[in-house]
T-cell receptor, first 113, second 115 residues
């Protein structure tokens, strides 16, 4: 069965600092990988996805993630944090020919001024 | 396009009451999903549907029922509400064909409290 582990339920960074949110997955075959963001009292919004091709994926709002098969990781980064990035971030995995997402527990990002 | 809409936004139920959470999408997506979100637990799949008339259980289906009579609507029914069903419920939809990736679009959620 697939599973997703997000290291760190809370991450705090200063405005302008690097954002690094960690995600590791377990899957018997290379999966599809996603990062979603949830702002307070809202639904989830897709940040970026990896399906095939280039392993470095760029998403919205300056975020990017790199699929590393050897490390079974899909960490999310942003070079310079902005106050508006404060939200909860979810990593998710899906089978290549499946239709169900398995979510990690989420990481709440706090950005300090 | 309104996307995925959910009603109500908030609801308080007493133990043993029943209710239906409504979900509608206008994107002609074939797949629809219901998740519940609990603090520190991420989202757990309750039920999903691959098309009108077809539904299947997810990871946490106990205490819930669904139906899918049309492409657009996917209501979630709670029978005999229990405090353990206090949660935020999200409906989502996606378009899936073969090996195409399955980006899911989420509604704004329904916050349910059972007292």
């Amino acid at each position: 069965a697939q599973s997703v582990t997000q290291l760190g339920s809370h991450v705090s960074v200063s405005e302008g600092a690097l954002v690094l949110l960690r995600c590791n997955y377990s899957s018997s075959v290379p999966p599809y990988l996603f990062w979603y963001v949830q702002y307070p009292n809202q639904g989830l919004q897709l940040l970026l996805k990896y399906t095939t091709g280039a392993t470095l994926v760029k998403g919205i709002n300056g975020f990017e993630a790199e699929f590393k098969k050897s490390e079974t990781s899909f960490h999310l980064t942003k070079p310079s944090a902005h106050m508006s990035d404060a939200a909860e971030y979810f990593c998710a995995v899906s089978e290549r020919y499946g239709n169900k997402l398995v979510f990690g527990a989420g990481t709440i990002l706090r950005v300090k001024s | 396009n309104a996307g995925v809409t959910q009603t109500p936004k908030f609801r308080i139920l007493k133990i043993g009451q029943s209710m239906t959470l409504q979900c509608t999408q206008d994107m002609n997506h074939n797949y629809m999903y219901w998740y519940r979100q609990d603090p520190g637990m991420g989202l757990k799949l309750i039920y999903y549907s691959v098309g009108a008339g077809i539904t299947d259980k997810g990871e946490v289906p106990n205490g819930y029922n669904v139906s899918r009579s049309t492409t657009e609507d996917f209501p979630l029914r709670l029978e005999l509400a229990a405090p353990s069903q206090t949660s935020v419920y999200f409906c989502a939809s996606s378009y899936n064909r073969g090996s195409s990736y399955n980006e899911q679009f989420f509604g704004p959620g329904t916050r349910l409290t059972v007292l």
